[in-house]
């Protein structure tokens, strides 16, 4: 009973973070005047959210200050999973009450923003900026987490379950609070020079602000149908790249970044395998590019290297259209998309450390095969908070986790072809962009998708930003109570 005064106290804190967070857009209305008419689609579900969370908060206050036992990592799972799905169902009500998009796509649009997917059934070409601003806001959001926005401005004794339930692994300050004001103060100071940059590059202020939301967030929303693309400007290309790498990169390592700790820097084993992965992908995809596309080498390197650290930071911009490209390419992509970003980043993804584990996996059993059985080798890896040994339990979870991932990344592609009608490799390369959070679309996602197709999606995104486990254990904890009650009633 006590735990669960906890849980409702949390959540009340949540419903009143997340009805703020919906009211934001509405500051944009000064800068668009034509926009005032869809005010009260953000501020009723908005005060709606933060009059319930009052009153929850203020009916639990006083007995969550007496409780005593301690909050349980089922607990903290179970809390996490209603921010996110009521932060999905409050955030697509200003699609809906505005008449932008029926409630499945609005659901669709507010998922994808949130989990910082990026996949769109809005025709960017006649929304209103206030929701090019909504979309992209969500992103910047959802890269952070609600969990992590709550602690930051309330420090609870519940935060390290809570920090840890969302899916933080890295604990970069002492204080927990203090953890979750550096990385704002990172992603906040990287917003403000990504966008004055784009500025000075030529792209108007408000697609500014908004690519630099959706690159930090490795969201992928843009304010063009053709994504970044449609500025056919190198500099702007070469921009973006920085920013989906910073978007991608640990957090921790970002922190030793602002430390000027180089050298730290270059030994983090995740950043170098990114880097061995660019080299092996970028020059396949350009000659695959070059040869079937008929451009040139210079031409064929620039899409590949931009749209190969897109699927692998897992942001989901783009500077050309998938439906011409060559199947080699496009099955390539779909690797990048299932590998991910940084562990403990914005990405989506199996995630680069985890795929960097499993080859070193493999290689240990070869060689455990070709040597004598007697040696035992103690194998590590480095991370930005230095060496980590590569133990059985490190490897049991992140094949675990793998196999798992995989399972459902196989069954979302057949599910689509079955509701879509594509081929498999649409459908397994629309689902791993879905999955891995990634947003990229080979031109089945958009307007006139139909809703089966768009459910499986929304599954699939849910699934890779909370990185499944969330998921599943918050699903047990919730199914766990019910029995309980039940019990309790039957007796």
């Given at each position: 009973?006590?735990?669960?005064?906890?849980?409702?106290?949390?959540?009340?804190?949540?419903?009143i973070?997340?009805?703020?967070?919906?009211?934001?857009?509405?500051?944009?209305?000064?800068?668009?005047?034509?926009?005032?008419?869809y005010?009260?689609?953000?501020?009723?579900?908005?005060?709606?959210s933060?009059?319930?969370g009052?009153?929850?908060?203020?009916?639990?206050?006083?007995?969550?200050?007496?409780?005593?036992?301690?909050?349980?990592?089922?607990?903290?799972s179970?809390?996490?999973l209603?921010?996110w799905?009521?932060?999905?169902?409050?955030?697509?009500?200003?699609?809906?009450?505005?008449?932008?998009?029926?409630?499945?796509?609005?659901?669709y649009?507010?998922?994808s923003?949130?989990?910082?997917?990026g996949?769109?059934?809005m025709?960017?070409?006649?929304?209103p900026?206030?929701?090019l601003?909504y979309?992209?806001?969500m992103?910047?959001?959802?890269?952070?987490?609600?969990?992590?926005?709550?602690?930051?401005?309330?420090?609870?004794?519940?935060?390290?379950?809570?920090?840890?339930?969302?899916?933080?692994?890295?604990?970069?300050m002492?204080?927990?609070?203090?953890?979750?004001?550096?990385?704002?103060?990172?992603?906040s100071?990287?917003?403000?020079?990504?966008?004055?940059?784009y500025?000075?590059?030529?792209?108007?202020?408000l697609d500014?602000?908004?690519?630099?939301?959706?690159?930090?967030?490795?969201?992928?929303?843009?304010?063009?149908?053709?994504?970044?693309g449609a500025?056919?400007?190198?500099?702007?290309?070469?921009?973006?790249?920085?920013?989906m790498?910073?978007?991608?990169?640990?957090?921790?390592?970002?922190?030793?970044?602002?430390?000027?700790?180089?050298?730290?820097?270059?030994?983090?084993?995740e950043?170098?395998?990114?880097?061995?992965?660019?080299?092996?992908?970028?020059?396949?995809?350009?000659?695959?590019?070059?040869?079937?596309?008929y451009?040139?080498?210079?031409?064929?390197?620039r899409?590949?290297?931009?749209?190969?650290?897109?699927?692998l930071?897992?942001?989901?911009?783009?500077?050309?259209?998938?439906?011409?490209?060559?199947?080699?390419?496009?099955?390539?992509?779909?690797?990048?998309?299932?590998?991910?970003?940084?562990?403990?980043?914005?990405?989506?993804?199996?995630?680069?450390?985890?795929?960097y584990?499993m080859?070193?996996?493999l290689?240990?059993?070869?060689?455990?095969?070709?040597?004598?059985r007697?040696?035992?080798?103690?194998?590590?890896?480095?991370?930005?908070?230095?060496?980590?040994?590569?133990?059985q339990?490190?490897?049991?979870?992140?094949?675990g986790?793998?196999?798992?991932?995989?399972m459902?990344?196989?069954?979302?592609?057949?599910?689509?072809?079955?509701?879509?009608?594509a081929?498999?490799?649409?459908?397994?390369?629309?689902f791993?962009?879905?999955?891995g959070?990634?947003?990229?679309?080979?031109?089945?996602?958009?307007?006139?998708?139909?809703?089966?197709?768009l459910?499986?999606?929304?599954?699939?995104?849910?699934?890779?930003?909370?990185?499944?486990?969330?998921?599943?254990?918050?699903?047990y904890?919730?199914?766990?109570?019910?029995?309980?009650?039940?019990?309790?009633?039957?007796?």
């Open positions: 009973m006590e735990n669960k005064l906890k849980e409702l106290n949390n959540i009340g804190k949540l419903m973070l997340i009805g703020l967070l919906v009211a934001v857009p509405i500051v944009l209305i000064p800068f668009y005047p034509n926009d005032i008419q005010f009260s689609a953000f501020v009723i579900p908005s005060s709606v933060i009059i319930l009052l009153i929850i908060g203020i009916v639990f206050r006083k007995n969550n200050d007496e409780v005593k036992f301690q909050y349980t990592s089922q607990d903290g179970l809390t996490v209603f921010a799905f009521y932060g999905f169902v409050l955030g697509a009500i200003p699609f809906v009450l505005s008449g932008q998009l029926m409630f499945l796509q609005g659901l649009e507010s998922v923003g949130w989990t910082t997917t996949l769109s059934v025709d960017v070409t006649v929304t900026p206030i929701f601003f979309r992209s806001f992103q910047f959001c959802g890269g952070l987490g609600f969990i992590m926005m709550m602690i930051m401005i309330i420090q609870g004794k519940d935060s390290m379950s809570l920090y840890n339930a969302e899916g933080h692994p890295d604990r970069l002492p204080n927990i609070k203090k953890t979750a004001q550096v990385i704002f103060n990172m992603y100071f990287f917003l403000i020079v990504g966008t004055g940059t500025i000075i590059l030529g792209m108007p202020a500014s602000l908004l690519h630099t939301m959706s690159a930090l967030s490795t969201g992928g929303f843009s304010t063009q149908p053709t994504s970044i500025y056919q400007s190198v500099s702007i290309e070469a921009f973006t790249i920085l920013l790498i910073i978007g991608t990169t640990n957090f921790a390592v970002l922190l030793l970044l602002t430390k000027r700790k180089f050298s730290q820097i270059f030994k983090v084993s950043l170098r395998f990114f880097g061995i992965l660019l080299l092996i992908f970028v020059p396949l995809i350009t000659l695959s590019l070059s040869y079937e596309l451009l040139s080498l210079g031409e064929g390197f899409h590949s290297i931009f749209n190969v650290v897109s699927a930071s897992t942001t989901g911009f783009s500077t050309l259209s998938y439906e011409g490209w060559p199947a080699a390419s496009i099955g390539m992509m779909i690797i990048l998309m299932v590998i991910g970003g940084g562990l403990g980043s914005t990405a989506g993804g199996i995630k680069l450390t985890r795929v584990l080859i070193r996996v290689g240990f059993n070869i060689h455990k095969r070709l040597s004598s007697r040696r035992v080798d103690s194998s590590y890896y480095y991370s930005a908070q230095g060496n980590r040994k590569i133990d339990d490190l490897i049991s979870d992140t094949v986790f793998i196999a798992l991932y995989l459902i990344l196989f069954t979302g592609g057949i599910l689509i072809t079955w509701t879509s009608g081929t498999l490799t649409q459908s397994v390369f629309e791993a962009s879905s999955l959070t990634v947003g990229l679309s080979i031109g089945l996602t958009g307007p006139n998708t139909d809703g089966g197709t459910i499986v999606q929304m599954f699939g995104m849910i699934l890779g930003r909370l990185e499944i486990f969330i998921i599943l254990i918050g699903i904890s919730g199914a766990s109570s019910i029995k309980f009650k039940l019990r309790e009633v039957l007796q």
